[in-house]
């Protein structure tokens, strides 16, 4: 082969593998929600025959994450509330798709229960880095396309987690235990505006 054929081979395969890349990076996507997702929404187990809802904010999770303790304060059901807490190593391992079985604290009023929140890693993640292009129609797709489509994400953890969630382990970290009183920071917000007034 002489040179110049060489190069066009090399500028044809670097051409190819543009085109790949950006099927998924470019800002499009086949579903694309009305409503795009900043936080990974949890419906609790039921006790007492109710469930609460916790939101995830997507900047919590990462590989390195930005605090040593994530807290975060359930929806209001029957008059009360719950608050759940994560670890920096739960984080890091919600993070590299793990499942994790947390379990609240005593509810703000009322009868005395907690509720077990599972939080499932893979799911998380493509809530977190799928959901905006292709509402849940990509969820648990075959291996071999998923794959081709997740070049942006290297970390075979993850991909493993988001084409299988229920398959990866559960975390082992130890668990941390949430603060019944804790406000969140949307909370204090509203009370601050409701001083200001
Ligand atoms: C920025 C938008 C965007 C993001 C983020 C994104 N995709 Fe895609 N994805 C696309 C577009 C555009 C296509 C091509 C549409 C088509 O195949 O018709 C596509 C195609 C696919 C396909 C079909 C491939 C095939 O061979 O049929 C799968 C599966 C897929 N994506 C999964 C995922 C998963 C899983 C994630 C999260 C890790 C993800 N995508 C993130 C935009 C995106």
């Not at 593998?17 to 187990?45: F, H, Y």
Request: a neutral charge; one cysteine or more; aromatic letters at 4%.
């Amino acid at each position: 082969m002489n040179i110049i054929s060489k190069l066009v081979t090399v500028l044809m395969t670097m051409i190819a593998m543009t085109i790949m890349l950006i099927g998924c990076g470019a800002d499009r996507g086949d579903n694309i929600p009305a409503v795009k997702l900043t936080a990974a929404a949890i419906v609790s187990e039921l006790a007492n025959g109710h469930g609460h809802n916790v939101e995830i904010p997507f900047t919590d999770i990462s590989a390195s994450p930005s605090a040593d303790l994530f807290q975060y304060r359930s929806s209001d059901n029957t008059g009360h509330s719950h608050v759940i807490a994560l670890s920096k190593q739960q984080m890091v391992d919600l993070n590299n798709g793990m499942r994790l079985t947390v379990t609240s604290s005593l509810p703000s009023s009322g009868t005395a229960h907690t509720h077990t929140w599972n939080l499932v890693g893979g799911n998380v993640l493509y809530d977190k880095y799928c959901y905006n292009c292709h509402t849940n129609d990509k969820r648990g797709q075959d291996q071999n396309r998923m794959q081709a489509s997740l070049r942006p994400l290297s970390d075979p953890n993850q991909i493993n987690a988001i084409i299988n969630p229920v398959s990866v382990p559960l975390s082992t970290s130890t668990p941390a235990i949430p603060d019944p009183a804790f406000t969140s920071s949307v909370q204090l917000q509203a009370i601050a505006a409701a001083l200001i007034k």
